[in-house]
């Protein structure tokens, strides 16, 4: 029985799954059954920085797994320790505590936990505690129940009624709707610098000092998901530093690309002080506040550590903004109608696309039929909304690979 038939016999069908079956990897490369090459520009979306076996990722994960996989974390462990001191120095530059997950849903159920706390610690006047989290038309911050409550996407939540209480979705980059939106049972905003799943959509730095500012106002916690747009590839470790460099979030979620093909998430929390007897943010977390089994077990930490430091060292994050500029530049030359705009930052880009141009067929979006078309040139591309695709290659793809790509995309939508 083919993979196909396995699938339809045994796996939900909670994806729209393309005809594709990968089965090695090496670089920017993947290849299917059949033994046909494809530049891989999806990487996991977003999720395989260094792109498929590295080096430096294979031997780290080789060596941890044969000394310890997986041990409590009742007890400590000292790769989860060095990952988190890696981050908070290198990283986030900022001083504060890290909760290791397996995804990004699970960092930002976190993120949402630690607002409710928030909001108890820091009640309304009249002494009930605050729990709303404002966030954003288009955003995506994952499909557990809380997450997906957090997500301000209609389709996402279809069917799954009655969702978690307390969120509400206010127009992304619109300053006055967020300095009119804050009500007395306020506590958190949450939102993605860069919107990935809703379309490559980049804050503005006018927008993000607006929302920092209505935080500090309403004594509100400034909560950033940066789980596809974290870690080198929006051209800065921190997505939210490449848009408006002074903000200081209170809370931050990652996943996707801190792994490298390992599944690994966090959300980090400030230490600052948020009242009068000295209480630091991240001390609202205490024991018994939440868990993970899996979380930051010695194999996932240790694979992570390797990347995270790979993308340092080898300063990947300002190679990412470099081949923007190559990608940006080659498409301009172009003058293709069929493309809008190109949205974005480093090496999380967005493809806009004018589906009046585009022979669509019945129950198929634009960034599908272009998607399709590109992955029977060889290239894969994951959607981002019905008319938008992107291109999220690994940090350290070369400019050869670049070049080959663009060539592919010119020559499908040439056609």
Not at 17 to 41: H, I, M, Q
Not at 91 to 120: M, P, Q, T, W, Y
Not at 298 to 311: G, H, Q, R, T
Request: with cysteine; glycine share 10%; net charge negative.
């Amino acid at each position: 029985m083919n993979t196909s038939d396995l699938y339809t016999q045994h796996v939900l069908p909670t994806y729209g799954r393309f005809p594709l079956v990968p089965v090695r990897g090496a670089g920017c490369r993947l290849w299917d059954e059949t033994g046909k090459s494809y530049l891989d520009f999806c990487t996991g979306i977003a999720v395989c920085s260094l792109g498929h076996c590295h080096p430096r990722l294979v031997e780290a994960i080789r060596e941890q797994a044969g000394n310890l996989l997986h041990c409590s974390n009742l007890y400590q462990i000292p790769q989860q320790a060095e990952l988190a001191e890696e981050i908070n120095t290198h990283h986030v530059r900022l001083a504060g505590k890290i909760f290791f997950s397996n995804s990004g849903a699970e960092a930002n159920d976190g993120l949402i936990k630690s607002a409710r706390r928030f909001g108890h610690k820091r009640p309304q006047a009249d002494g009930k505690p605050r729990f709303e989290v404002i966030t954003f038309q288009q955003s995506f911050h994952g499909r557990t129940l809380g997450s997906m409550s957090a997500t301000g996407q209609a389709k996402i939540q279809e069917g799954f009624d009655p969702l978690l209480p307390g969120f509400r979705y206010l127009p992304f980059n619109d300053t006055a709707a967020i300095e009119a939106g804050i009500r007395p049972e306020t506590a958190a905003v949450l939102l993605e610098p860069i919107q990935g799943e809703g379309g490559v959509n980049m804050a503005t730095p006018e927008f993000l000092r607006a929302v920092a500012a209505v935080c500090k106002k309403h004594d509100l916690l400034l909560l950033f998901d940066e789980v596809q747009a974290g870690f080198g590839r929006c051209g800065d470790s921190m997505a939210w530093r490449m848009i408006s460099p002074e903000i200081q979030p209170d809370g931050i979620s990652w996943a996707k690309g801190m792994g490298g093909g390992v599944p690994i998430g966090a959300f980090w929390l400030s230490d600052r002080v948020i009242d009068d007897s000295g209480t630091a943010l991240s001390s609202l977390m205490g024991p018994g506040s939440h868990g993970s089994t899996y979380g930051g077990n010695p194999l996932v930490c240790a694979a992570s550590l390797a990347v995270l430091k790979e993308i340092r060292q080898k300063e990947l994050a300002a190679h990412a903004l470099l081949m923007e500029v190559r990608i940006r530049e080659t498409i301009r030359s172009w003058n293709l109608p069929v493309i809008t705009a190109v949205r974005g930052s480093g090496l999380l880009l967005g493809i806009g696309l004018d589906p009046a141009l585009i022979p669509t067929p019945e129950g198929k979006t634009a960034a599908l039929v272009v998607v399709s078309k590109l992955m029977e040139h060889g290239l894969l591309t994951p959607p981002a909304g019905p008319n938008t695709f992107r291109l999220l290659p690994p940090l350290n793809v070369t400019e050869e690979e670049i070049d080959e790509a663009l060539a592919i995309i010119k020559t499908a939508l040439a056609s």
